[in-house]
């Protein structure tokens, strides 16, 4: 297994590139802000060839580069229909009009765009990715499960120490605790956690420090990050 990734733009979101080994066809997980160029140094490093793009939800950093990246490789992109629109139209995700989000920047959908639903599972690239669907930071969030290496892609659902923020359109604090609960529930302590932002954890490090997975839960979830 080949697991690589960076933090991408000015949001540092992790964008990540998974195959069965070097060489070999992959998963892009994610690629935002000017993510083309780091991308494009994983897959050459590792003589990779991608087939498709899949996301965990729809905000404008972890989808800004879906559309050149499925372009210029021909591959299709993966989002689950409640944040569809997000791909053509970010600025829903923060409550403005397009003219007012980053000066009025224009995303749009790729050629092949196709909808995730829960508790599918994907056969990509010899890999067998889990989907689950975890609502609450957005309303199409999900999390995607390498159930054999025990690893979890958890987007903006679940950060080293934290979770992902509620206060914008479509995000929701009880949703994403339920989602939190029923995600970590299910998984062994030994998971590799791989986030949206920041380090990567375990289920089991998060099980024991993790705020929000405490018995006395905070009031109110982060208000800050994407």
């Given at each position: 297994?080949?697991?690589a990734?960076?933090?991408?733009g000015s949001?540092q979101?992790n964008?990540y590139?998974?195959?069965?080994a070097?060489g ?8 935002g802000?000017d993510?083309?160029p780091?991308?494009?140094?994983l897959?050459r490093e590792?003589r990779?060839?991608p087939v498709?793009?899949?996301?965990t ?5 972890h ?5 050149p990246?499925?372009?210029a ?6 989002i689950?229909?409640e944040?569809?629109?997000l ?24 050629d092949d765009v ?6 599918a ?8 990715i889990?989907?689950?669907?975890t609502p609450g930071?957005?309303?199409g969030s999900v ?9 979890l892609?958890s987007?903006?659902?679940l ?7 509620t ?11 339920r ?10 302590d030994e998971t ?6 920041g380090?990567?954890?375990?289920i089991g490090?998060?099980?024991a ?14 208000a800050r990050g994407?």
């Amino acid at each position: 297994m080949l697991i690589a990734g960076f933090p991408a733009g000015s949001f540092q979101t992790n964008c990540y590139v998974v195959a069965p080994a070097a060489g070999e066809e992959c998963v892009i997980v994610d690629p935002g802000q000017d993510a083309v160029p780091g991308l494009d140094d994983l897959l050459r490093e590792h003589r990779l060839k991608p087939v498709a793009v899949v996301l965990t939800h729809g905000h404008i950093d972890h989808v800004w580069s879906v559309a050149p990246v499925c372009g210029a490789r021909d591959v299709p992109a993966w989002i689950h229909p409640e944040d569809r629109d997000l791909l053509s139209d970010p600025a829903k995700g923060f409550g403005v009009t397009s003219a007012q989000l980053f000066g009025g920047i224009k995303l749009s959908e790729p050629d092949d765009v196709r909808e995730l639903s829960d508790g599918a599972v994907l056969d990509l690239a010899g890999l067998r990715i889990r989907v689950d669907h975890t609502p609450g930071h957005t309303r199409g969030s999900v999390t995607f499960g390498l159930t054999e290496e025990k690893v979890l892609f958890s987007g903006d659902l679940l950060f080293a120490g934290s979770i992902g923020r509620t206060d914008l359109p479509g995000g929701d604090f009880p949703t994403i605790l339920r989602s939190l609960a029923s995600t970590v529930e299910r998984l062994p302590d030994e998971t590799v956690v791989l986030p949206g932002h920041g380090p990567q954890t375990t289920i089991g490090r998060e099980r024991a420090t993790n705020p929000y997975l405490a018995e006395a839960t905070p009031p109110a979830g982060p208000a800050r990050g994407i």
